[in-house]
C-alpha cells in the first residue's frame, strides 16, 4: 500500500485474503480497521503513529507486529484475541500503551522487542 497514510475505520473488516501488511509510509490505523482478518500472519509498520482500539481484533493468525519509533499510541484492545501473536516490537516510550488490555484474552506474546530507554511501556506489556 505505497502512499497510504491511514487506514479507515473497519476498512479491511473479515477480509481473508490478507497474509501481511507492510507500509513504509501508513501513519493512521482507525478502529476496527483489521478486525477479523483471519489469514493476516505479520505486519511491518515502521511509519504507523497512532493505532486505534480493535484494530487488529481476532486476527486468529497474526503471530508478528513490527512498529517503528514513529508510534505513540495503541490503544485500548488493539490486539485482542490475537491467539497466535508471538512477537511485537515497540518503541520504549512514555504513553505508548494506556491501556491494561491492548493484548488482552488469548495473546500469547512470548518476545517484546524494545527500542528505545526503559519507560512505562513495560508496565503496560
Do not use: W
Request: hydrophobic share 40%; glycine share 8%.
Amino acid at each position: 500500500m505505497p502512499g497510504v497514510k491511514e487506514i479507515k475505520k473497519g476498512a479491511f473488516v473479515s477480509c481473508t485474503a490478507l497474509p501481511y501488511i507492510e507500509c513504509g509510509k501508513l501513519e493512521i490505523i482507525r478502529m476496527a480497521a483489521f478486525l477479523d482478518c483471519t489469514s493476516l500472519s505479520s505486519v511491518d509498520l515502521p511509519s504507523v503513529r497512532i493505532v486505534e482500539g480493535g484494530a487488529f481484533t481476532a486476527c486468529e493468525n497474526l503471530t508478528n507486529a513490527k512498529f517503528g519509533m514513529e508510534l505513540e499510541s495503541i490503544r485500548s484492545q488493539a490486539f485482542y484475541n490475537c491467539p497466535s501473536l508471538e512477537r511485537i516490537a515497540l518503541p520504549l516510550k512514555n504513553g505508548v500503551m494506556t491501556h491494561d488490555d491492548t493484548f488482552q484474552h488469548r495473546t500469547n506474546v512470548h518476545h517484546v522487542d524494545l527500542v528505545g530507554g526503559v519507560h512505562e511501556t513495560i508496565d503496560a506489556l
